[in-house]
């Protein structure tokens, strides 16, 4: 008799909890996953506020994570954009940038919701495939943001808000380049160049780096040297005897620990002249490396992306050369704006968000200083 | 011939008293040191020696602490998970709330310690198996981190800030004098630790109820109180390692964490701990923690990326584990 009260005394309660749960519409619901944190914002709609506009649903904005802190001013600018218009967003992310599978289910259970319109910035563009189909044939424009949907079917992605990754990857090189430019001239034995990227399957990461890679190898061979690309599998173009090697060095996980040691090992090597670390967290596992062995700023260039308070303050004190920042807020703002006008049916096309190169010496300009967040 | 001698060997009252398999394991860190330092001589600098240690801390402190929630046959999966939460709730506390910093190292200490503390009582008096009841700490962690933070990674105070003092705690790091104190700290918890695992009245009963809880029970020891001791030391030490990993690392992401207690565990396992209870080495604990150590921040210097070193580990740990059991299956 008494288990039997148990048994059905728990039911009751977990059959409670649910139906509190479920009720509750305007609080952020509690998803299966363990860690899983949804942000939402309900948009502050301005007096004469039009009945089409109030009646827009959510729009779902799926992003790579929430850890890096480039991410809450991309969060700041959709929420500035989503008060502006008068529309509801739900910003979410996935534990970790490694976590794939979190990120499919996210955007799956987003789908399910049928949203007016969905903001993506896909970790693996090919994991995310079935969800992105299942839109396209529900007629939900997709709007790519920062890695954006690279690869996906012809019509999907609408339109993209991100930096020209390529091209931010590029001016890296050449800000890069013009540093290390007399040290390869005058060398008399082959020199390194180390390439951190946290991971080979992101379009922004995997952009900047091929972005740096090809433009450096470009300026590197325009004044007579050989160069040689190798490290890892996505980024190879061996050659023996070169007189530039590009050491390309990604970590098994995204963790802090793992690029740490990836720049440890990378500032250890006798003939490494220059480090470009292409995104927030592997600038810092590059700043972390370089704690005991102190070579950065002094034997070996440091380059970064992004920004965050211990990337400012290595640019500061010049261990690290400078560094290439993004437009986070307006990433945030122009997807939002464009989901909105998306939904409305009126045309949308990419907008480039652009990239800067900041240095100790330009770094509380007017133009630069927003964009480089804590 | 030659299997008298080595018998002998094993028989020598020296070898014995350490223990063969800690033997065997500090013979392996030192050879594993020697080797990579031969292959590439830029292993063998003071900074690299600094680098080893500094990856090695949080690991350690796990470590010790997870070896007492072992010896009590049991286990601890949520120690990763803790220290992510505690530095992140206590580092949050600390940059967005303006908690003094000596109040934040006091407070991820306590959450560390509490959530050891829920272990405790839900395995010894909700009678949970520790897989179980882990587990669920493990992931209740995980989520109230990333709740309390919203989300959001946590950077501590840098060195050079007002608030960075703490970072001394575990290296000193100004005007080129680079002091690894964290290796100091890292002994003074381990001799600690052995001292109340093997010279105390506490110690004595978790490696009692560890060895056989009921024999323990029908002896008078409380088992229930002393097993609780054994996960709240399990937590606390999990707090004390975050505090090292904010130190060495200065960002904590609320999705880190998993992963942690499996590399804790593993160096237990590789210094001699066993896994079914009753008998716990501290010594060998950092033993096997260093082991792994040298071997991830080693393995790059031979040319070797870090997805060898899991492989490593994972080799390692087998055959560590092969040895107790062969032991066991002599001393039988």
């Known amino acids: ?374 | 011939m030659k299997n008298n001698k080595i018998r002998k060997l094993f028989k020598n009252p020296v070898v014995k008293a350490i223990g063969t398999q800690k033997l065997i394991a500090f013979l392996a860190l030192i050879s594993l040191y020697v080797i990579f330092g031969m292959i590439n001589p830029a292993f063998r600098t003071y900074s690299t020696l600094v680098n080893i240690f500094d990856a090695s801390y949080y690991i350690g402190l796990m470590a010790i602490g997870v070896t007492f929630a072992i010896t009590s046959d049991g286990i601890d999966l949520s120690i990763g998970t803790v220290l992510t939460c505690s530095a992140l709730v206590s580092g949050c506390l600390v940059t967005k709330y303006n908690v003094p910093i000596a109040f934040g190292l006091i407070i991820c200490i306590l959450i560390g310690a509490l959530f050891g503390l829920l272990n405790g009582l839900m395995i010894s008096y909700m009678k949970l198996p520790p897989f179980i009841a882990t587990l669920g700490s493990m992931m209740l962690s995980k989520g109230l981190g990333s709740i309390f933070t919203k989300a959001q990674s946590i950077t501590w105070p840098q060195a050079t800030a007002e608030q960075g003092w703490f970072r001394c705690i575990f290296k000193i790091n100004q005007n080129d004098i680079l002091i690894p104190t964290g290796f100091i700290l890292l002994m003074i918890m381990a001799v600690l630790a052995s001292v109340l695992l093997n010279k105390t009245r506490p110690g004595r009963y978790i490696l009692a109820l560890g060895s056989n809880s009921e024999a323990a029970r029908l002896s008078g020891v409380n088992v229930a109180k002393w097993k609780t001791l054994a996960y709240v030391i399990s937590g606390t030490m999990a707090g004390i390692a975050g505090l090292a990993y904010a130190s060495i690392y200065s960002t904590i992401l609320p999705g880190g964490g998993g992963g942690f207690e499996l590399d804790a565990i593993a160096g237990v396992v590789i210094g001699g701990t066993s896994m079914s209870g009753g008998y716990g080495t501290i010594s060998g604990t950092l033993i096997g923690v260093f082991i792994m150590s040298i071997l991830k921040t080693g393995l790059p210097f031979i040319g070797l990326q870090t997805h060898y070193q899991q492989a490593a580990t994972g080799i390692v740990l087998v055959f560590a584990v092969f040895m107790d059991v062969l032991n066991r299956r002599k001393k039988n």
């Open chain 1, 1 to 374: 008799m008494k288990k039997k009260l148990l048994s059905v005394l728990l039911t009751a309660a977990m059959a409670a909890v649910m139906l509190a749960g479920c009720g509750s519409n305007d609080k952020t619901a509690a998803t299966g996953e363990p860690a899983e944190t949804v942000t939402e914002s309900k948009a502050e709609a301005p007096e004469g506020e039009t009945a089409e506009d109030a009646q827009l649903g959510k729009i779902y904005l799926v992003s790579k994570g929430f850890q890096h802190q480039f991410w809450q001013a991309v969060l700041q600018g959709a929420q500035e954009a989503a008060a502006e218009y008068g529309v509801e967003i739900d910003f979410q992310g996935p534990d970790t940038e490694s976590d794939i599978a979190q990120q499919v289910n996210m955007f799956n259970n987003a789908l399910n919701n049928n949203p007016p319109a969905i903001g993506l910035a896909a970790l693996d563009t090919e994991a995310c495939l079935e969800g992105i189909t299942k839109a396209q044939s529900a007629g939900i424009p997709i709007v790519g943001f920062d890695s954006g949907v690279p690869g996906a079917p012809e019509g999907a992605i609408v339109a993209n808000a991100s930096t020209d990754n390529y091209a931010a990857g590029e001016l890296a090189a050449e800000e890069t380049y013009k540093l290390i430019k007399e040290t390869i001239a005058s060398a008399a034995s082959p020199v390194r160049i180390g390439v951190m990227n946290q991971d080979a399957t992101s379009e922004s990461i995997t952009a900047r780096g091929s972005g740096f890679v090809d433009r450096i190898k470009a300026l590197i061979e325009a004044d007579g040297k050989t160069v040689s690309v190798e490290g890892h599998d996505k980024w190879v173009d061996k050659a023996d005897g070169a007189d530039v090697i590009i050491d390309v060095a990604v970590p098994a996980q995204v963790t802090a620990e793992l690029s740490s040691i990836d720049a440890q090992n990378l500032l250890n090597k006798a003939d490494t002249i220059c480090i470009y670390a292409s995104n927030q967290h592997s600038g810092e596992g590059l700043v972390n490396g370089d704690a005991n062995l102190g070579k950065l700023g002094k034997d070996i260039v440091g380059i970064a992306f992004d920004s965050g308070a211990l990337i400012k303050s290595a640019v500061k004190d010049g261990r690290l050369a400078g560094a290439v920042t993004q437009d986070p807020l307006q990433i945030g703002y122009k997807t939002v704006e464009l989901c909105v006008k998306a939904t409305k049916g009126e045309t949308v096309s990419d907008v480039d968000t652009g990239c800067q190169w900041y240095t100790a010496d330009n770094m509380e300009d007017p133009k630069i200083a927003p964009n480089l967040y804590d």
